[in-house]
């Protein structure tokens, strides 16, 4: 069964940076679009960046304009999230998740196939 596993995750205080990877197990990742998604207690899971196939094309939900960089290394098997200017509005569970072919699905969770577990951040002082 294909699956991602994310790591990175941490405490971080305001205003500090945070890197978060995802790495595919048991497959290839250089033929999924891959997005980050986040879910905070209580509220609905919501996608935060993307990244096609081939690492060109890139989008960023408002909240993360700015602050956050997504990027791929096919040959590491591995998309990273760098993530910056830390507030404690961005803690949450940030999960990876795919879906095979080149463009981004969007934001709608039901329009990727496969998911990692979460890794947990959490900004605070």
């Known amino acids: 069964q294909l699956q991602f596993v994310e790591s990175g995750g941490g405490l971080v205080q305001p205003g500090g940076s945070l890197r978060l990877a995802c790495a595919a197990s048991?497959?290839?990742?250089?033929?999924?679009?891959v997005a980050w998604f986040r879910q905070a207690p209580g509220k609905e899971r919501e996608g935060v960046a993307c990244?096609?196939?081939?690492?060109?094309?890139?989008d960023y939900a408002d909240s993360a304009k700015g602050r956050f960089t997504i990027s791929r290394d096919n040959a590491k098997n591995t998309v990273v999230l760098e993530m910056n200017s830390l507030e404690p509005e961005d803690t949450a569970v940030y999960s990876c998740a795919g879906d095979f072919g080149q463009n981004c699905r969007g934001y709608a969770p039901a329009n990727y196939h496969y998911w990692g577990q979460g890794t947990q951040v959490t900004v605070s002082s």
């Open positions: 990244i096609d196939s081939t690492g060109s094309i890139t």
């Open positions: 048991r497959f290839t990742l250089n033929y999924y679009a």
